[in-house]
């Protein structure tokens, strides 16, 4: 009941177009869904986050569209550039009680190439 | 502002060895989180911290120990070096533990493997 499942594993978009990746989680307690960009050698940085009370949120050309009934949430990148290439992490957050401070449950990862 | 630092960002050890990893968290921030992260994977949690009080603990053995001192610093222990402890940790920080989970911030971690 704590997993996040994470897909694709790998994925390759030409230049300009819109990569997705899915993400479903099975607790539905958890209250805070965030999205990490990792490049090689370097940590995680957050990139976007929603709660489940809202179905959808954008920040620039990132989206995460969020169904709560299904229980599962997206992240939509637009206008895809090389740069994006990377290994994007949706991850989860349950809920709060002894001993779960503090915690994030992440999904197996998705390695993104974008092409020229 | 500076992020979170992670000192050193890399170590070999042999295995039954002792290592100890440092974390500063982003100024301001109180709560510092330890991850695991193996190559190919998302990271694991380890222990939250939050006002020297250990918040939260992950599946890992008592061989893993961390501590949080009055600057909100942060270092993890490991004992006993295994050879599946290579990996790189990751240390997060946020501003504090109350309310609604906080976004966390992750350093560059440290890489450590075991020979």
């Known amino acids: 009941q704590q997993q996040v499942k994470q897909s694709p594993q790998s994925l390759i978009v030409q230049k300009g177009g819109i990569s997705i990746i899915n993400c479903a989680y099975e607790?539905?307690?958890?209250?805070?869904f965030p999205w990490y960009q990792q490049f090689p050698g370097k940590g995680p940085a957050l990139l976007i986050a929603?709660?489940?009370?809202?179905s959808e949120k954008k920040e620039g050309r990132f989206t995460i569209s969020f169904n709560k009934s299904a229980k599962q949430f997206s992240l939509h990148i637009m206008d895809s550039q090389p740069g994006d290439s990377a290994t994007y992490f949706c991850?989860?957050?349950?809920?709060?009680?002894?001993?779960?401070?503090?915690?994030?449950?992440f999904g197996q990862g998705t390695e993104l190439s974008v092409k020229p | 502002d500076a992020g979170v630092t992670q000192s050193p960002t890399h170590l070999i050890k042999t295995r039954g060895q002792q290592v100890t990893l440092r974390c500063s968290p982003i100024?301001?921030?109180?709560?510092v989180s330890w991850y695991q992260q193996v190559l190919g994977q998302g990271p694991q949690f380890i222990f939250q911290?939050?006002?020297?009080?250990?918040?939260g603990r992950g599946n890992f053995p008592d061989r893993f120990s961390a501590r949080q001192f009055p600057n909100y610093s942060s270092e993890l222990n490991v004992n006993a070096l295994l050879l599946g402890d290579s990996a790189l940790y990751l240390c997060?920080?946020?501003?504090?533990?109350?309310?609604?989970?906080?976004?966390?911030?992750f350093g560059d971690g440290t890489r450590l493997s075991i020979l």
């Open positions: 997060a920080s946020s501003p504090r533990d109350r309310g609604r989970f906080q976004p966390q911030h």
């Open positions: 607790n539905t307690a958890f209250d805070y």
């Open positions: 911290y939050y006002e020297k009080e250990e918040r």
């Open positions: 100024s301001g921030h109180k709560s």
């Open positions: 991850a989860a957050s349950p809920p709060a009680g002894i001993g779960q401070g503090g915690k994030l449950i």
């Open positions: 929603i709660r489940p009370d809202v």
